[in-house]
């Protein structure tokens, strides 16, 4: 008999998404004269730029001669484009990473994710609350959970860190020990930071107890605010302790062509039951050829083409301009009388919801008299209750009658 793993069954139905566009599609078919604007998910809308565009045909062109064809690449990436990452996302920064401790990857969602496959099932999880869901669902399917308790829509071996306004959106240590901790800054869904001397208390944490910090910095390239850290190992220390993520998709467009990185340093060690420290680059190599045989190569030219002088240029129109629909949305907000936060460093603005409502009835008030969509907080885990999330990945001009009905809703 097949067994299968019950994990799975501890998982709770991922209602946010689909209980989202459930309400829209209702709507709109009850209301088929109404426009209803979308500031929901988290997809960009604008084209990929002509640099990675023209670096993709390229490709194309030439793994169709007997010289150019490739076949099967390094599972790790090539290096053209590991030595690039190195080059720019961290020499600029005066960070030294080595090109083999680096891994190219299909996806930051894959790696947050798949990264729970190197480490043993007794560690203590911390995560951030409200979060970016993969981390805790992927944990859940590891065992390493605990129950659910639908109470308090929480796990019980799960360590939450709530991140709300109260604690200015800065997670504060946890009170019992944690071995594997979770972060992601610019913070989805909340659009907030934090500084090079907070992250250092989680470093000095994590060298103290011997935790791994598992740092998400897929939205880094959004970030204005010139103090702020692009990368965890801004800070001193965090080689020896942090594997970072980081992705194409939001920096890119590269939702749909699918390219991104993990960097894990040789000098971060993972612990066997006898105490012997063991490189965790080395058990991600070898999960990465077990498992993984490579990103395109034609996805990797065009990566390697968002590092070009063209490829800058037009990448940060595209950052540009979402951030700009970002300065809208924050700005209508706060007129309209919100208390807004996010969206300065990150595509994301995080607005609390009148007193005395939900998040999912402010978004029913919100899809039924202004037709617009945004997200609950409460979606992304219980400290999220009382949020609500808007996207600045829409168009211009959407964002902006959007913004206008709030406006003229909340004032009229
Ligand atoms: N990490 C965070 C925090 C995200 O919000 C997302 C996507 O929304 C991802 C990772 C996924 O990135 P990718 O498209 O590279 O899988």
Same mark, same amino acid.
């Given at each position: 008999m097949?067994?299968?793993?019950?994990?799975?069954?501890n998982?709770?139905?991922?209602y946010?998404? !689909?209980?989202?566009?459930?309400?829209?599609?209702?709507?709109?078919?009850?209301?088929?004269?109404?426009?209803?604007?979308?500031?929901?998910i988290?997809?960009?809308? &604008?084209?990929?730029?002509?640099?990675?565009?023209?670096?993709?045909?390229?490709?194309?062109?030439?793994?169709?001669t007997?010289?150019?064809f490739k076949?099967?690449?390094?599972?790790?990436?090539?290096? =053209?484009?590991?030595?690039?990452?190195?080059?720019?996302?961290? *020499?600029? /920064?005066?960070?030294?990473?080595?090109?083999d401790?680096?891994?190219?990857?299909?996806?930051?969602?894959?790696?947050?994710g798949?990264?729970?496959?190197? =480490?043993?099932k007794?560690?203590?999880?911390?995560?951030?609350?409200?979060v %970016?869901?993969? %981390?805790?669902?992927t +944990?859940?399917m590891?065992?390493?959970?605990?129950?659910?308790?639908?109470?308090?829509?929480?796990y019980?071996?799960?360590?939450?860190?709530?991140?709300?306004a109260?604690?200015?959106?800065?997670?504060?240590?946890p *009170?019992?020990k944690?071995?594997?901790?979770?972060?992601c800054? $610019?913070?989805n $869904?909340?659009?907030?930071?934090?500084?090079?001397?907070?992250?250092k208390?989680?470093?000095?944490?994590?060298?103290?107890? +011997?935790?791994?910090?598992?740092?998400?910095?897929?939205?880094? /390239?959004?970030i204005?605010?010139?103090?702020?850290?692009?990368?965890?190992?801004?800070?001193?220390?965090?080689k020896?302790v942090?594997?970072?993520? *980081?992705?194409?998709?939001?920096?890119?467009g590269?939702?749909?062509? &699918?390219c991104?990185?993990?960097?894990i340093?040789?000098?971060v060690?993972?612990?066997?039951n006898?105490?012997e420290?063991?490189?965790?680059?080395k058990?991600?190599? /070898?999960?990465?050829?077990?498992?993984f +045989?490579?990103? !395109?190569y034609?996805?990797?030219?065009?990566?390697?083409?968002?590092y070009t002088?063209e490829?800058?240029?037009?990448?940060q129109e +595209?950052i540009?301009?979402?951030?700009?629909?970002?300065?809208?949305?924050?700005?209508?907000l706060?007129?309209?009388?919100?208390?807004? %936060?996010?969206?300065v460093?990150?595509?994301?603005?995080?607005?609390?919801?009148?007193?005395?409502?939900? !998040?999912?009835?402010?978004?029913?008030?919100?899809?039924?008299?202004?037709?617009v969509?945004?997200?609950?907080?409460s979606?992304?885990?219980?400290?999220?209750?009382?949020?609500?999330?808007?996207?600045?990945?829409?168009?211009?001009e959407?964002?902006?009658?959007?913004?206008?009905?709030? *406006?003229?809703?909340?004032?009229?």
């Amino acid at each position: 008999m097949s067994k299968i793993n019950e994990n799975f069954l501890n998982l709770q139905e991922s209602y946010l998404f !689909s209980t989202v566009a459930k309400k829209v599609a209702k709507y709109t078919e009850e209301n088929p004269d109404k426009k209803v604007i979308k500031l929901g998910i988290g997809d960009v809308t &604008r084209p990929i730029v002509p640099a990675c565009i023209e670096a993709m045909h390229k490709a194309v062109d030439e793994i169709g001669t007997e010289e150019g064809f490739k076949g099967y690449g390094p599972e790790q990436g090539y290096e =053209f484009l590991r030595n690039a990452i190195v080059e720019n996302d961290y *020499k600029t /920064r005066g960070i030294e990473i080595k090109p083999d401790e680096i891994f190219v990857s299909d996806g930051a969602k894959c790696d947050c994710g798949n990264i729970v496959d190197i =480490f043993a099932k007794e560690n203590k999880v911390a995560i951030t609350d409200p979060v %970016y869901p993969v %981390y805790l669902d992927t +944990n859940v399917m590891s065992g390493r959970s605990g129950k659910y308790n639908k109470e308090t829509d929480t796990y019980e071996n799960i360590v939450y860190l709530p991140v709300t306004a109260e604690n200015n959106f800065k997670p504060e240590l946890p *009170k019992e020990k944690v071995d594997l901790i979770y972060l992601c800054f $610019p913070n989805n $869904p909340t659009g907030t930071v934090l500084t090079k001397e907070d992250l250092k208390v989680w470093v000095d944490y994590a060298k103290e107890n +011997n935790s791994i910090i598992l740092y998400d910095s897929a939205y880094e /390239r959004f970030i204005t605010e010139k103090e702020i850290p692009h990368s965890i190992y801004e800070v001193e220390g965090a080689k020896d302790v942090a594997i970072e993520f *980081k992705s194409y998709s939001k920096t890119a467009g590269f939702t749909g062509v &699918r390219c991104a990185y993990v960097v894990i340093p040789k000098t971060v060690k993972g612990y066997t039951n006898t105490g012997e420290a063991v490189e965790l680059n080395k058990l991600w190599n /070898r999960r990465t050829c077990t498992k993984f +045989n490579g990103v !395109s190569y034609i996805v990797q030219r065009a990566a390697e083409a968002t590092y070009t002088e063209e490829g800058q240029k037009q990448i940060q129109e +595209n950052i540009n301009y979402y951030m700009n629909n970002a300065k809208i949305i924050k700005q209508g907000l706060e007129e309209a009388g919100f208390t807004v %936060y996010g969206g300065v460093n990150s595509p994301y603005v995080w607005l609390k919801v009148p007193e005395g409502i939900t !998040s999912w009835e402010f978004f029913d008030k919100l899809l039924e008299e202004v037709n617009v969509v945004g997200t609950p907080g409460s979606g992304f885990g219980p400290h999220g209750e009382g949020y609500f999330r808007l996207t600045a990945f829409g168009t211009k001009e959407n964002t902006e009658k959007a913004i206008e009905r709030i *406006k003229n809703w909340k004032n009229g």
